[in-house]
């Protein structure tokens, strides 16, 4: 995989600077139509061994293009705040927005080579880790994200004839680090894992680039003319425009009977019941909180349901139970300029809590598959395509100890319509209704086939939906909060047996 870069390849200096003007020219023309039609951003990922030129092609290409169209990332070793979050959140807060480019050093796959160089993590975690890298660029690039991946290579005789050439001059000495060292020995590991990750991820929506790094003027004018031929190649691509987006059929059961029939909405507890049980279950998700195991887990609580079903009211009681510096509540509504110039999970990984905090989404990221789907916001292949970008998500979030709990608070039509005329009626509860409202109203039929797909495809054993019976409230913030406990003294109890082991 990489005897052709371990050939001498040059460029005398003449070349170089011959083909350099008009290579820049192109690279800012393509650079500038990017940032005008911002339709995707661009992810270079910086990889391979060190001397090889990896830093020196990154200040070339900011010289001949418009750095502030760019932002160079670095991702050292591991801050508190990104220790307490899954591993992802790191990168995923840093990734550039539509018409910018982002050069990522130190990114996922540095992360995990150096882990499996020096025996940090074994050959599973290894394989775990370039499985999930796999699934993140295929969703970027879905997306549409245009990455290049970049491996600047020296051979083993060419990295110690550097070392040794700089060290025994005293004005360049300097420049050779701990890291070229300890690289220099463990160079086999290093080049064996490395190749195993090019091998197992070079795919053409992503493919890797293998860069000959002894001589700078080959090296430069190599990525200079990948990524002026990438960028031009993809500012063609046609643009599909939403509006153009047919609204993606859904198809009800030969039957036509709904999952959400079978929940039996007659459930219903007194007030006097209501009021015992609902400072008993808060007191113990106080409790549970403060409980000392939480500081290995975060909390995470979705609630999703048909309009005027309660979610407002179900999480107005569970963050009674707390201090306010122990949660945050995310209202999701329509995506900001800022929110659609990124890939879609990307407003939801900001979101992510630390260990030992606790978020509520009122809404969430399963908008993609229910309303987005029923309006016809995105494609039919968005839709059906996020429901395996949800569950690795979601999967990736219980890895790092993030407890999910998913609500659907169900209400039948008579009742929605009631306590739609309600709001009407009352004048501190009118803001709660909108046009919007009614004309869901319209497509009751529809959302209820989306939300047993959505069931169906993204109740997990990690993730597991719960289906609330709402048409009494009392009912439904009892059940919600017993649902949260149950699931932190599981999650409580599971992880006390792995540390038992």
């Known amino acids: 995989m990489f005897e052709s870069a371990e050939i001498d390849h040059a460029i005398d200096k003449e070349t170089f600077d011959a083909e350099v003007p008009a290579l820049r020219e192109a690279l800012l023309e393509a650079q500038f139509e990017l940032r005008q039609q911002s339709r995707f951003p661009v992810i270079i990922l910086i990889n391979g061994i060190e001397g090889a030129g990896k830093g020196e092609t990154v200040k070339l290409l900011n010289e001949w293009m418009d750095p502030r169209l760019i932002e160079v990332r670095t991702f050292d070793q591991q801050t508190d705040e990104e220790l307490a979050r899954p591993p992802a959140w790191r990168y995923w807060r840093m990734l550039p927005a539509q018409g910018r480019m982002g050069i990522f050093f130190g990114n996922w796959y540095s992360q995990m080579l150096q882990a499996r160089v020096h025996g940090v993590i074994k050959d599973p975690r290894f394989d775990q880790g370039i499985n999930g890298a796999e699934r993140l660029e295929k969703m970027l690039c879905d997306e549409g994200a245009l990455i290049f991946k970049f491996w600047f290579h020296l051979s083993k005789k060419q990295m110690k004839a550097r070392l040794k050439a700089l060290a025994d001059d005293p004005l360049h000495s300097w420049r050779i680090s701990p890291l070229d060292w300890q690289q220099s020995e463990t160079y086999d590991r290093f080049v064996k894992?490395?190749?195993?990750?090019?091998?197992?991820?070079?795919r053409d929506y992503a493919p890797w680039h293998v860069i000959a790094g002894k001589d700078a003027h080959y090296r430069s004018l190599v990525v200079g003319k990948i990524l002026l031929e990438g960028l031009q190649n993809a500012l063609k691509r046609p643009q599909i425009h939403p509006e153009k987006v047919n609204v993606a059929p859904v198809f009800p059961s030969v039957d036509q009977l709904s999952l959400l029939d079978s929940l039996d909405l007659t459930l219903q507890l007194a007030k006097g019941d209501y009021e015992e049980q609902l400072i008993t279950e808060q007191a113990r998700f106080s409790g549970l909180m403060r409980d000392k195991r939480m500081r290995r887990h975060a909390l995470m609580a979705v609630f999703e349901g048909n309009d005027a079903a309660g979610k407002g009211g179900a999480i107005r009681r569970v963050a009674a139970a707390l201090d306010p510096r122990q949660y945050s509540i995310v209202p999701i509504a329509a995506p900001t300029e800022e929110e659609r110039a990124q890939p879609y999970l990307w407003r939801f990984w900001r979101h992510v809590p630390a260990r030992g905090k606790f978020t509520m989404f009122d809404r969430s990221w399963y908008g993609r598959v229910l309303v987005e789907r029923v309006e016809g916001f995105c494609s039919q292949a968005d839709w059906l395509r996020a429901?395996?970008?949800?569950?690795?998500?979601?999967?990736?979030?219980?890895?790092?100890?993030?407890?999910?709990?998913?609500?659907?608070?169900a209400i039948d039509k008579q009742t929605q319509l009631e306590r739609f005329q309600e709001r009407e009626e009352i004048?501190?509860?009118?803001?709660?209704?909108?046009?919007?409202?009614?004309?869901?109203?319209?497509?009751?039929?529809?959302?209820?086939?989306?939300?047993?797909?959505?069931?169906d495809r993204t109740s997990t054993e990690i993730s597991p939906w719960t289906l609330v019976e709402a048409n009494d409230k009392r009912w439904a913030r009892v059940k919600v909060l017993r649902t949260i406990n149950r699931a932190l003294e599981e999650a409580f109890e599971k992880s006390g047996k792995r540390k038992g082991k």
């Open 427 to 455: 004048p501190f509860k009118r803001f709660k209704i909108t046009e919007d409202d009614w004309r869901n109203r319209d497509k009751w039929d529809d959302y209820r086939s989306a939300v047993g797909d959505m069931v």
């Open 193 to 202: 894992y490395g190749e195993r990750i090019l091998r197992r991820t070079s």
């Open 387 to 409: 429901y395996g970008e949800i569950n690795d998500f979601e999967e990736q979030l219980s890895d790092a100890g993030v407890i999910v709990v998913k609500f659907w608070l």
